[in-house]
């Protein structure tokens, strides 16, 4: 296997957060349908999973790589991509929608030049829209990575918020 | 903590507890920290409160967590009560004013009227929310501190297991569930004892039972609330369902998007398996029973069971055929029976108040209650769980305070993505499954969404078509290509490029894709479309043929006019982001059609109302 590859963040074979990974593996044993517990704690430790990660999986799980890649892909939580700094998650349940949280999203697509889904270029924000996000009482909704951000029928102070942690750049 | 083996070592729990809380001349102050309190500032409410309490050296004050009480619109809430005095509730409290409670109120022994509901002091039990409201399910929610076991036990928690356990046969209890006339509140509402009852005879080395907290209904709270506010019902239920059925394992498949669930679940778990309540032989008798907690990941079709079971299997959450049925061939292909939470929430208070008690709400063919996420377009965001045959007029109107800034109702949707819209002239129906089912949309999961004049009904028919394009699994043909097909065409109508005829197929397409489909998501799918085309036809008309969106929405079909009232302030030319308002000073402004993007900023910066939208 070359330790090199070109799915963004470069994760080498000797990288000690696979003997963590291991370690959680290990310590399953007896425990049936490891899948997915497997692939929630691989992204907790690496923040995505690229392929090299996937493929240890495999390996470990004595499955074929197929089937890892079938479930990693199925699941909208799991992401193959690395992240940007901040996730930015604008609720697209039905309480939000029916109170506007389409123009917020439109409008955070707008300020930070990325489609939904996308990171922006210098991997400081990565857009998303999520379902209900359990705060419907506060609808519109958005959450700044841990942060919740409610009633946000007037967009206009969209972009201060952005700007705020744009300042940080950094996660708390 | 030594394992409880008999109803007197329960018993003397309860009772410890009881004298405690009547002897103490503790000042408890309850501050509700779900999801949506938390999100609304209750962790800073909670903090400043405290630290302090501590600060001072009040020892007699504990500041305790407790779930969803269900009124969202005031969160974050803080209860104070003291000893032989009325509990004063305060709402929208945030860092500064609970400082102030605290010195004022809990120190100082004033409380500050201006903070509470309607600044008359009243308790949340005295307003219109709630004197409606009947909580079996919440019973709990709000009231105990999910982390504290003793507690849950002090609300007769636990006396049901030990009921089943020491003094009923398995066969009893299916008998009991099945005569309260219990039904799956999870969506289908099938009879639960009926269910328990398939499973039961069927032999095999192992059986399982799988409490379903995936909660799909994108804007639907109400098993969130269960398992934030009160996890030991659910876990109690499950030991009581898993000794009815035979079987010793359970699961709980909760959404990926429910942190602070799971953090309660597993600390649930982690106390009851140290009073013997969960784990090895149950309160000192033979029957083993343990329970494990799998995420999802993102996937509305793994709240279907069989998506469900293939996901904690470790395969993609793919629906499969039925029958075989979970209740012989399930998880592992081993027998297994899968419920609601909310379902389950229900089962130890049935064990212990038995059949006749819980028919004693609802209708003849739905008792009991039901739990409602009302949300949308309503005065009083929330939970709410009214008695079954509560008309959705008083679930609307008297509950939910109606629409907010006099705007008119239009419709609400229950049973989410898969459900239908009813309008007002049904809006004196009592709520039950069947009911609901007659008029065209059906119960679900309690997801309940209001709309206003304000709300397009061909786009929310094409937000729950979107939605759905999204989550079909893939598996079979009509829900994977036919949803898209009906998404596309919704599109074309909502762009102002609809034709008559997209009617047409629209409607062919549902009816082909409800028959046609492998699980409940495609066979559900088109009902919002099929029930937006039935009630609000001259809507979509209006798009098709007139090219005007009516609640003006849509926005290819709006255009933006200046009118007469303008006074050339140029604020609104100054404002636009496109440059497509033009006028001197001082004289009525004008809009480029051709340049404008339909951002409506103009209309909300004008002082003088004098944009209008057409
Ligand atoms: C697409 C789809 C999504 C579903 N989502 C849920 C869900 O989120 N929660 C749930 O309890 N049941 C859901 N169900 C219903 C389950 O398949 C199942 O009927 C239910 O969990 C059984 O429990 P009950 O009998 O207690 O209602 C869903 C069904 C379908 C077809
Ligand atoms: S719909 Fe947005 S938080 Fe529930």
């Known amino acids: 296997m070359s330790n090199q590859c070109n799915c963004g963040g470069i994760i080498k074979e000797n990288d000690p957060r696979f003997a963590e990974l291991k370690g959680f593996i290990d310590s399953l044993v007896g425990t049936k349908g490891k899948t997915m517990p497997v692939l929630q704690e691989a992204q907790k430790i690496f923040g995505f999973l690229p392929i090299e990660v996937q493929k240890f999986i495999a390996n470990e799980l004595e499955i074929p790589l197929s089937e890892v890649y079938g479930v990693s892909t199925f699941y909208s939580q799991f992401n193959l991509e690395p992240k940007g700094i901040h996730k930015i998650s604008v609720c697209l349940g039905t309480a939000c929608y029916v109170k506007g949280s389409q123009a917020v999203l439109d409008k955070l697509a707008d300020e930070l030049e990325v489609e939904v889904g996308e990171t922006t270029a210098d991997g400081v924000f990565t857009l998303e829209a999520t379902r209900c996000l359990g705060c419907c009482g506060l609808a519109p909704v958005m959450m700044i990575d841990d942060e919740v951000y409610g009633k946000l029928e007037d967009i206009s102070v969209i972009p201060e918020i952005i700007e705020k942690y744009y300042n940080q750049r950094l996660p708390k | 903590m030594r394992k409880i083996s008999t109803v007197k070592e329960l018993t ?24 949506c309190g938390i999100s609304a500032g209750a962790t800073p409410v909670w903090e400043t409160i405290r630290d302090a309490a501590e600060k001072a050296g009040m020892d007699n004050v504990s500041v305790l967590p407790a779930g969803c009480i269900g009124m969202c619109t005031y969160e974050p809430i803080v209860e104070v009560k003291e000893p032989g005095k009325q509990t004063v509730t305060y709402i929208h409290v945030d860092a500064k004013k609970a400082a102030e409670i605290f010195e004022k109120h809990i120190k100082g022994g004033n409380p500050i009227p201006e903070y509470t509901i309607g600044g008359s002091m009243s308790g949340l039990e005295d307003i219109d929310f709630y004197k409606k409201q ?20 002090y609300k007769d928690g636990y006396f049901g297991l030990a009921k089943v356990l020491l003094e009923m046969t398995p066969a009893e209890v299916i008998d009991l569930v099945k005569a309260s006339g219990l039904r799956g509140r999870g969506g289908a509402g099938f009879s639960t004892g009926m269910k328990w009852s398939f499973a039961a005879p069927n032999q095999a080395d192992q059986k399982y039972i799988i409490c379903n907290a995936d909660e799909g209904d994108p804007g639907a709270f109400m098993d969130r609330a269960v398992l934030e506010g009160d996890p030991h019902a659910v876990l109690e239920a499950m030991a009581i369902g898993g000794y009815a059925i035979g079987a010793t394992k359970g699961f709980i498949y909760v959404r990926a998007e429910y942190p602070v669930a799971v953090q309660r679940l597993n600390i649930a778990i982690a106390q009851a398996k140290e009073l013997g309540l969960l784990g090895e032989k149950l309160l000192g008798t033979d029957f083993n029973f343990d329970i494990e907690i799998r995420l999802g990941a993102g996937a509305f079709v793994c709240g279907e069971e069989t998506a469900l079971i293939a996901s904690i299997e470790g395969y993609r959450g793919m629906s499969r055929n039925k029958p075989p049925f979970p209740a012989n061939k399930g998880l592992w292909g081993k027998p297994t029976c899968i419920n609601n939470v909310e379902t389950l929430a229900n089962v130890a208070q049935i064990i212990l108040n038995g059949a006749e008690w819980f028919k004693g709400f609802g209708t003849e063919k739905s008792p009991g209650t039901k739990v409602f996420a009302l949300g949308g377009k309503i005065n009083n965001t929330g939970l709410v769980e009214v008695p079954m045959g509560t008309t959705l007029r008083e679930v609307i109107y008297d509950i939910g305070g109606g629409c907010p800034g006099g705007k008119k109702f239009k419709a609400v949707q229950t049973g989410g993505p898969s459900g239908g819209c009813i309008t007002t002239e049904n809006l004196d129906t009592p709520i039950d499954f069947d009911n609901l089912v007659a008029i065209g949309s059906m119960m679900g999961s309690g997801g309940m969404i209001v709309m206003d004049e304000d709300n397009c009904m061909i786009d929310i028919a094409r937000f729950f078509l979107d939605f759905t394009v999204d989550e079909s699994c893939g598996k079979c043909t009509p829900c994977r290509e036919g949803t898209k097909r009906m998404h596309e065409i919704l599109d074309r109508i909502t762009s102002g490029e609809g034709s008559e005829e997209d009617l047409t197929t629209l409607k062919d397409l549902a009816e082909n894709i409800k028959s046609t489909s492998l699980c409940g998501l495609g066979q559900t799918a088109p009902n919002p479309v ?20 009516p609640a003006g929405v849509c926005k290819s079909l709006i255009n933006y006019e200046i009118s007469m009232k303008c006074r050339g302030c140029t604020l609104c030319s100054r404002s636009c982001p496109a440059q497509a308002i033009s006028g001197k000073v001082k004289e009525q402004h004008t809009i480029d059609q051709s340049t404008c993007l339909k951002c409506g900023i103009c209309m909300n910066v004008c002082k003088f109302d004098a944009i209008i939208k057409k």
């Open chain 2, 134 to 153: 009947k909580r079996v399910a919440l019973r709990n929610c709000g009231v105990v501190n999910p982390e504290d076991i003793t507690e849950y036990i």
């Open chain 2, 530 to 549: 099929l029930s937006t085309m039935n009630h609000f036809e001259d809507e979509y008309i209006a798009h098709v043929k007139d090219k005007k969106c």
């Open chain 2, 12 to 35: 003397e729990i309860k009772q410890a507890f009881t004298d405690k809380r009547q002897n103490s001349q503790n000042i408890r102050v309850i501050v509700g920290m779900g999801t």
